[in-house]
């Protein structure tokens, strides 16, 4: 990571992108996005924690330009991640300026997202004409909705946020997990944009959130160490952060959109520690979502097909992810890959695990009480 900082090479990035945004916005933008090393250069930036003053006001300008350029505004989304690793680390190290310089950069891209507001649903008005039909004159000048609203003695309520918002709110010790558990949401809503090297560091960010200071637990788990692409001895030796089941649960969604694609390896490997991290804390409804997932990849199992090996157990995996994913949608029941062989997945299996991934998810839904169903044969 030192190495990008020495070699000037995050510098002539943000110098070329602020040349660009000369000639437009577009310009920055497509610059940005022809290169997957640009992604890894600035995500070493971010991580490396030193002299990060320049690389996140860069960032904080490239954000606010969510309303000229909105490619722009999400290239910057898609190190939120990295983002809230080093959030926490500052901290829980007591650095009060990364702290501050990090805190900013979130708040800023939180509150972009909330300008957007809810999505809305604009009702025609039956009384005025329009190009498919023409306004009798027996209709009233009251719009439709407000007629029928009015015959049964209704009010029209106001649509509330899908998330919380945090315009204008301290960011503190009671909601800080709300916080960063809202902007990894943000970041998996966007998810499908990014290429495959973003998703990979998305997995990494979620080995290293859930297994810092775990490195009692992770001696005792030697299956994990083996093969890892990260130095999880390191890991588990730094400082452990605090964590909750909104938080782990969000990432856990994150990891789910990363399965059965090119970056699967990793994707295994985060769900694995995740699921860990959620049996140490006894995060029930993390757990539910977890071992849905992990029954989810053994379960589906292509016949015939070459598979390489993976980090949960005798689960094995397709060569070509993106036709198992569209095999899961149920629109594809069969496939062809490297080989002359037809391969074919058994629907029965597949919704089999379907069915037990979406009975997990039900179960986190709040009951009328507002009591979480925690009901689960794998907890």
Same mark, same amino acid.
């Given at each position: 990571?030192?190495?990008?900082?020495?070699?000037?090479?995050?510098?002539?990035?943000?110098?070329?992108?602020? #040349?660009? %945004?000369?000639?437009?916005?577009?310009?920055?933008?497509?610059?940005?996005?022809?290169?997957?090393? !640009?992604?890894?250069?600035?995500?070493?930036?971010?991580?490396?924690?030193?002299?990060?003053?320049?690389?996140?006001?860069?960032?904080?300008? *490239?954000?606010?330009?969510?309303?000229?350029?909105?490619?722009?505004?999400?290239?910057?989304?898609?190190?939120?991640?990295?983002?809230?690793?080093?959030?926490?680390?500052?901290? $829980?190290?007591?650095?009060?300026?990364?702290?501050?310089?990090?805190?900013?950069?979130?708040?800023?891209?939180?509150?972009?997202?909330?300008?957007?507001? &809810?999505?809305?649903?604009?009702?025609?008005?039956?009384?005025?004409?329009?190009? $498919?039909?023409? #306004?009798?004159?027996?209709?009233?000048?009251?719009?439709?909705?407000?007629?029928?609203?009015?015959?049964?003695?209704?009010?029209?309520?106001?649509?509330?946020?899908?998330?919380?918002?945090?315009?204008?709110?301290? !960011?503190?010790?009671?909601?800080?997990?709300?916080?960063?558990?809202?902007?990894?949401?943000?970041?998996?809503?966007?998810? +499908?944009?990014?290429?495959?090297?973003?998703?990979?560091?998305?997995?990494? +960010?979620?080995?290293?959130?859930?297994?810092?200071?775990?490195?009692?637990?992770? #001696?005792? *788990?030697?299956?994990?160490?083996?093969?890892?692409?990260?130095?999880?001895?390191?890991?588990?030796?730094?400082?452990?952060?605090?964590?909750?089941?909104?938080?782990?649960?969000?990432?856990?969604?994150?990891?789910?959109? *990363?399965?059965?694609?090119?970056?699967?390896?990793?994707?295994?490997?985060?769900?694995? +520690?995740?699921?860990?991290? +959620?049996? $140490?804390?006894?995060?029930?409804?993390?757990?539910?979502?977890?071992?849905?997932?992990?029954?989810?990849?053994?379960?589906?199992?292509?016949?015939?097909?070459?598979?390489? &090996?993976?980090?949960?157990?005798?689960?094995?995996?397709?060569?070509? &992810?993106?036709?198992?994913?569209?095999?899961?949608?149920?629109? !594809?029941?069969?496939? %062809?890959?490297?080989?002359?062989? &037809?391969?074919?997945?058994?629907?029965?299996?597949?919704?089999? #695990?379907?069915?037990?991934?979406?009975?997990?998810?039900?179960?986190?839904?709040?009951?009328?009480?507002?009591?979480?169903?925690?009901?689960?044969?794998?907890?």
């Amino acid at each position: 990571m030192a190495k990008v900082m020495e070699d000037g090479t995050l510098s002539k990035i943000m110098a070329k992108c602020e #040349a660009l %945004k000369k000639e437009g916005l577009e310009k920055a933008e497509e610059y940005l996005r022809s290169d997957e090393s !640009i992604v890894s250069t600035i995500s070493e930036g971010i991580l490396s924690r030193t002299d990060n003053g320049k690389l996140f006001q860069w960032l904080h300008y *490239c954000a606010i330009t969510r309303h000229q350029n909105y490619k722009l505004f999400a290239f910057v989304l898609q190190f939120i991640p990295d983002l809230i690793g080093v959030y926490l680390y500052a901290i $829980y190290e007591s650095d009060k300026s990364l702290r501050a310089q990090s805190e900013a950069l979130l708040r800023t891209l939180s509150d972009e997202m909330e300008k957007e507001g &809810p999505s809305t649903v604009e009702v025609t008005n039956l009384s005025k004409s329009s190009i $498919y039909h023409e #306004a009798p004159t027996q209709v009233s000048n009251v719009s439709l909705t407000e007629v029928a609203l009015q015959r049964h003695n209704l009010a029209e309520v106001p649509r509330v946020p899908m998330r919380p918002t945090f315009s204008g709110k301290e !960011i503190s010790v009671n909601n800080r997990l709300q916080f960063l558990a809202t902007l990894v949401e943000i970041f998996t809503d966007h998810i +499908a944009l990014y290429p495959t090297i973003t998703k990979t560091l998305f997995c990494k +960010a979620c080995i290293r959130l859930s297994l810092q200071g775990m490195g009692d637990i992770l #001696a005792r *788990c030697p299956d994990m160490m083996t093969g890892s692409c990260l130095n999880l001895k390191e890991i588990g030796a730094m400082r452990r952060y605090c964590v909750d089941e909104h938080f782990i649960t969000s990432l856990l969604h994150g990891v789910r959109l *990363c399965l059965f694609q090119t970056c699967h390896d990793i994707a295994i490997e985060a769900l694995q +520690a995740l699921k860990l991290r +959620a049996e $140490y804390e006894l995060l029930t409804s993390a757990l539910q979502v977890s071992h849905a997932l992990v029954r989810l990849t053994k379960d589906v199992k292509p016949l015939n097909t070459p598979a390489l &090996p993976s980090l949960v157990g005798d689960c094995r995996f397709v060569v070509n &992810p993106t036709t198992t994913h569209e095999m899961l949608n149920g629109h !594809i029941l069969q496939c %062809k890959c490297n080989t002359t062989t &037809p391969l074919v997945l058994d629907p029965a299996d597949v919704e089999l #695990a379907i069915e037990s991934l979406e009975f997990s998810m039900s179960a986190m839904r709040p009951r009328s009480g507002g009591v979480l169903n925690a009901k689960s044969t794998d907890v």
